[in-house]
């Protein structure tokens, strides 16, 4: 079925984590992506989960946009075997141009770069700078902690209670693509700022 998601921004671990299911999980992602017809944005590397799930989605014969910063391109090691590449400035043009780019997010395992990831998109989010979906895509209870921490600024009475719908937090990526499914029959299409607000 035709989505309206032609998209999705996918940030996860430049490592391949502990558990297999991690690898698993990114490379069940790229091919449901490929599969689905929605082009895979990711940061450009060729290692850990990253590597993962560009690999798989261009492996299933899907499209994959890398956004690599230019003093990553040796340590994240750039792929050469992407369907586009492009050179950033910075980290923060790299994170512009996949926002830009995606019509939804996808957070995967990861670690700092990961989290730093998803919290830049989710508090533009809370500033009404977009309203695109973004979903903890969880695999083996990684994503628990994430929203605890959000769960307790909450209670901590840091962060408006309406920030728990500003995300959602779903187990597993066939889940992830069955939500986003359903938000392409029911959602209203995405708004966004200017890039200059960024
Ligand atoms: N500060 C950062 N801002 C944006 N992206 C970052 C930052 N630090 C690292 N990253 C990128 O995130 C991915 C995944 O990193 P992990 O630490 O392995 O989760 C990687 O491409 C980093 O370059």
Known sequence: MPTRFASVAVFLGSRFGSNRAFRDAAEHCGRALAEAGI???????????????????????????GVIPH???????????????????????????????ADAFFILPGGLGTFDEFFEILTWKQLRLHNKPILIVDV???????????????????????ARALFEHVDGVDAALARLAE????????????????
């Open 39 to 65: 082009r895979l944005i990711y940061g450009g590397g060729d290692v850990g989960l990253m590597g993962a799930v560009a690999d798989a989605a261009l492996a299933a014969g899907g499209a994959v946009s």
């Open 71 to 101: 003093f990553l391109k040796t340590r994240e090691v750039m792929h050469r075997g992407v369907t586009d590449l492009t050179v950033t400035e910075s980290m923060h043009t790299r994170k512009q141009k996949m926002f830009a780019d």
């Open 140 to 162: 083996a209870g990684w994503g628990e902690a994430l929203v605890a921490t959000i769960d307790r600024a909450i209670a901590d009475g840091f962060a408006d209670p309406s």
């Open 183 to 198: 938000l392409s029959r029911t959602s209203e299409p995405a708004q966004t700022a200017d890039p200059a607000m960024l």
